[in-house]
C-alpha cells in the first residue's frame, strides 16, 4: 500500500511564508517525479511544480520566484517553501508522485492553505 500524507498547511496572512511537506510511503523503488499540485475555490486543479530525482524542476509561472520545491530522495519525501503568499494562492494543496514499477500516480490527501489578513 503506496500513501502520500501533506502536512504544513494552514493559516497566514498575505506576505508570509509557509512550507508543505509530503511524505511518500510504503513498498516504492521509485517514485519520480514527484510534484504539487492546487485547487482553490471553483477552480479546476492546476499544476504549481514538480521535481525529478535529479532535481529539474518546473513551475507554474504565477509561483515562479516565491515557491521553491525540493525533495529528500533518501526518504521520498518533497518540500514546497512558500514565500510572499498572496490571496490568490488559497486553495487544497495535493501532492503526488509517479510510481514506475507500478506505472500509477498517486495522490495525497490535501493540505488547506488560507491566505488571509
Known amino acids: 500500500q503506496v500513501q502520500l500524507v501533506e502536512s504544513g498547511g494552514g493559516l497566514v496572512q498575505p506576505g508570509g511564508s509557509l512550507r508543505l511537506s509530503c511524505a511518500a510511503s510504503g513498498s516504492i523503488a521509485s517514485i519520480d517525479p514527484m510534484g504539487w499540485y492546487r485547487q482553490g475555490p471553483g477552480n479546476q486543479r492546476e499544476l504549481v511544480a514538480t521535481?525529478?530525482?535529479?532535481?529539474?524542476?518546473n513551475y507554474a509561472d504565477s509561483v515562479k520566484g516565491r515557491f521553491t520545491i525540493s525533495r529528500d530522495n533518501a526518504t521520498n519525501i518533497v518540500y514546497l517553501q512558500m514565500n510572499s503568499l498572496k490571496p490568490e494562492d488559497t486553495a487544497v494543496y495535493y501532492c503526488?508522485?509517479?510510481?514506475?514499477?507500478?506505472?500509477?500516480?498517486?495522490w495525497g490527501q490535501g493540505t488547506q492553505v488560507t491566505v488571509s489578513s
Open positions: 503526488n508522485g509517479y510510481i514506475h514499477d507500478r506505472r500509477t500516480t498517486y
Open positions: 521535481i525529478t530525482s535529479g532535481s529539474s524542476t
